[in-house]
């Protein structure tokens, strides 16, 4: 036991190092997981209760928060006006729902006492880029120094789900399948449709902000082993392009340490009950493709997939998506619904059928930045769609956020 801490204690170091950018490059092994397990991450907004503009309050809360005894953790996010929590593992609906409402009310609670409000939601609407503060800690200092006005630009909200998987050469083949269906997941978080203040015209306004950084995109084509992918990260380290498995922003990527796959696309849902809806979708996906051993996607353009990720991105789920092996193309809601309906009858998860329904109603109203792009259409302004959005994550129970007569502008 005591090798196996120190063992950890030098890996834990290295890594670190590595992702602050001041030690050598380092990826770790795959650490295989059980299959199906899986873990959900929540970029969220503090909000000043007064105006709704974004409240560099996150340390403030993250000290209330390391007071409590709890499973999930709250760590900082880049800028000061940014929280995440993190799941403990997780095996299928119900729990996950449980535990993501444990972690809204707690995090609500903290909030209210430094006088800041929580909310959901892929883009603030109208905060600048250029007023938010970096976080003080060395990695989103490097950061700040290596990708200069992008990293405040980077102060955008999303949602990261990692899926259990036991193989580490399965990981990568599982990458390239869940990579062909993560414009479907665009799709059914968006919720940010303005940004610095306008109307994007995009219903996820967040997913172009990820593409100015030079690591981004997905998984490259000739990668198709855990080897390969050694020697990707060796070749782009020689370089001095990467030093740690973080410095690749691609949208679907290998998370070695934990032995999972990040899916990392989505905008952050207005509600967090929503959260383990559309987990437990990517983790069905995931064990479907698992269980089709050895079988790769026939088409691997990523043409193909920037296509499909644009669309997912301006329409949100009123999109159209072109089925990379078969070259049809289809309503984005067409291809979920057929997805619920043939993993629900496969599905071990009982609490399955609650998920599959939660996203159906994700879906009603043309999904979650209709739902925003209603409040404008009353006449509410960017303020105003701030508060909604807040007022939405303080409720026990997720509801369409229709909008109301005379609402404030």
Avoid at 318 to 347: H, K, Q
Wanted: proline share 6%; with cysteine.
């Amino acid at each position: 036991m005591a090798d196996a801490t120190a063992e950890q204690a030098r890996f834990d170091a290295a890594q670190a190092l590595a992702v602050s950018g001041t030690g050598p490059a380092y990826l770790p092994p795959f650490m295989a997981s059980q299959l199906g397990t899986m873990g959900i991450e929540l970029e969220l907004m503090v909000l000043d209760r007064l105006t709704y503009d974004l409240m560099p309050a996150a340390p403030d809360i993250l000290r209330l928060l390391d007071m409590q005894s709890k499973k999930w953790v709250a760590t900082p996010e880049i800028t000061t006006s940014m929280l995440e929590v993190a799941t403990s593992i997780l095996s299928g609906y119900d729990g996950a729902a449980a535990e993501i409402e444990e972690i809204r009310s707690s995090v609500q609670r903290a909030a209210f006492q430094v006088g800041a409000a929580i909310s959901g939601g892929g883009a603030h609407p109208f905060q600048k880029w250029n007023e938010q503060r970096i976080y003080p800690k060395e990695r989103y200092r490097e950061s700040a120094k290596k990708y200069g006005y992008l990293a405040k630009m980077f102060t955008v909200f999303g949602m990261h789900v990692h899926i259990g998987i036991p193989d580490a050469d399965d990981a990568i083949r599982i990458c390239a399948w869940l990579t062909q269906r993560a414009a479907l997941f665009i799709a059914l978080s968006a919720n940010s449709p303005c940004w610095q203040g306008e109307d994007s015209g995009f219903c996820s306004a967040r997913s172009n902000v990820v593409g100015a950084f030079p690591m981004s995109g997905i998984l490259p084509a000739h990668i198709r082993t855990w080897r390969d992918f050694e020697g990707h990260f060796a070749r782009l380290a020689g370089h001095g392009i990467v030093n740690s498995i973080k410095d690749f922003y691609w949208d679907v990527r290998p998370k070695p340490e934990y032995g999972t796959i990040e899916l990392r696309v989505l905008d952050t849902p207005l509600h967090p009950a929503y959260a383990a809806a559309l987990a437990c979708y990517a983790r069905e996906l995931c064990v479907e493709m698992a269980e089709a051993e050895g079988r790769w996607p026939l088409n691997d353009s990523p043409e193909l997939y920037a296509w499909n990720r644009f669309n997912a991105a301006k329409d949100g789920v009123e999109a159209s998506w072109i089925n990379p092996c078969t070259g049809l193309a289809l309503p984005v809601r067409a291809v979920v619904l057929d997805d619920l309906e043939r993993l629900a009858r496969r599905s071990t998860d009982p609490g399955f059928g609650q998920a599959c329904r939660m996203i159906e109603a994700l879906m009603q109203g043309g999904g979650q930045a209709r739902w925003l792009r209603s409040h404008i259409d009353a006449g509410s302004g960017m303020n105003d769609l701030s508060r909604v959005a807040s007022e939405m994550f303080e409720y026990r129970q997720p509801g369409v956020l229709a909008p109301a007569a005379g609402a404030r502008t």
